[in-house]
């Protein structure tokens, strides 16, 4: 049964199925994702990335995978267990950071 047949095959399926083919898919999504940074870890200790010609480990994946320095970044933050706040852009300095706008802070309160 191909992708399409199976989608289409859905429909039949109860709510109590339904919901346990969501939980399955999602379990095979956490395997093949733990997977990830052991295949990145081996490619790095065989030094696989220079040999086929990149530039560094991290630029392999990029390449290989056809997605962007960021993406690749977001994955292994979300791999590694947390999800950094905010992934400037190449082209964005990290020097000149937005500054807080204190203006519009409340007042703080004292004691009387």
Do not use: K
Not at 20 to 31: I, M
């Amino acid at each position: 049964m191909d992708q399409s047949t199976a989608a289409l095959a859905l429909w039949r399926l109860s709510d109590d199925e339904l919901t346990t083919r969501l939980l399955a898919c999602e379990a095979r999504l956490d395997r093949d994702y733990a997977e990830v940074p052991a295949i990145v870890g081996e490619v790095n200790q065989r030094g696989l990335a220079q040999a086929r010609g990149h530039q560094d480990c991290p630029a392999f994946p990029t390449q290989v995978l056809r997605v962007s320095d960021r993406e690749i970044t977001q994955r292994l933050a979300r791999m590694n267990g947390h999800i950094p706040e905010f992934i400037p852009p190449r082209w964005l300095d990290p020097r000149q950071r937005p500054m807080r706008d204190h203006a519009h802070d409340p007042p703080t309160r004292t004691a009387a």
